[in-house]
């Protein structure tokens, strides 16, 4: 369920955002009938609560970007001075998803570059190289990213093999320098979960990482 204008109001203004306050009705009555002025408080009403989803839009727009940054220069970081599975490992402990990974194509195949698992286990045979076509790799690669909270009812996925096997997956393509897509970071679960839109930033902010990375490192962890 959705903010209510009010709650936006009130996180504007805790964040420092200049708001006009709601309008009043007895703003209108000394200049109109109460009818009259009923319709203006409604056109006035409607009028502020556009301002405030706009304002607010905004304000959520420039912490994402602060949190991107921020976060970006954290995951570069650790990502050049231990290497990426450490900074994959960064990902993964804030999200609630077993499995991040990087994957890079490779003929028509998305090949593994490192995995963490939550679970301390070595990385599965069947996830070493997966065929592109039987992987949701694809759908990010064609749309520019995929989320999934449960593939066993998302319709997109019907008669895919790892629909209901691999519940949940979120990716974002990483691009090369000439802006071709040569992979995918992503995080994936065989139990259901959803994901903040917070953690897709950070996603999204460590892919642009990771193109440097892969182009500079293929295939080292």
Partial sequence: MGL??????QRLRKAGVALRPYPMLNKFLSDADSETANKMLLQA?????NEV??????????????????????????????????????????VPHRYTAVFRLSDRR???????????????????????????????????SFLTGDSSSDRRLNGH??????????GIPIFDLEGRAVGTACHFDVISHD?????MAHLRAAARILSNYLSDHSGQS
Avoid at 161 to 170: D, F
Wanted: with cysteine; hydrophobic share 45%; glycine share 6%.
């Fill in 4 to 9: 209510t204008h009010f709650e936006m109001e």
């Fill in 45 to 49: 009403g409607t009028v502020w609560e």
């Fill in 53 to 94: 989803e706009r304002l607010f839009a905004i304000q959520q727009q420039a912490e994402e970007l602060t949190a991107y940054a921020s976060f970006g220069q954290l995951f570069d970081e650790v990502c050049t001075q231990e290497g990426i599975s450490s900074a994959l490992a960064v990902l993964n402990a804030a």
């Fill in 110 to 144: 998305m090949v593994n570059v490192a995995l963490v698992d939550k679970h301390g286990e070595p990385l599965p045979e069947f996830l070493a190289e997966v065929p592109i076509a039987s992987s949701f790799c694809q759908y990010v690669l064609r749309d520019g």
């Fill in 161 to 170: 093999p790892y629909q209901g096997v691999m519940l949940s997956y979120c």
């Fill in 195 to 199: 994901i903040a839109e917070e953690k």
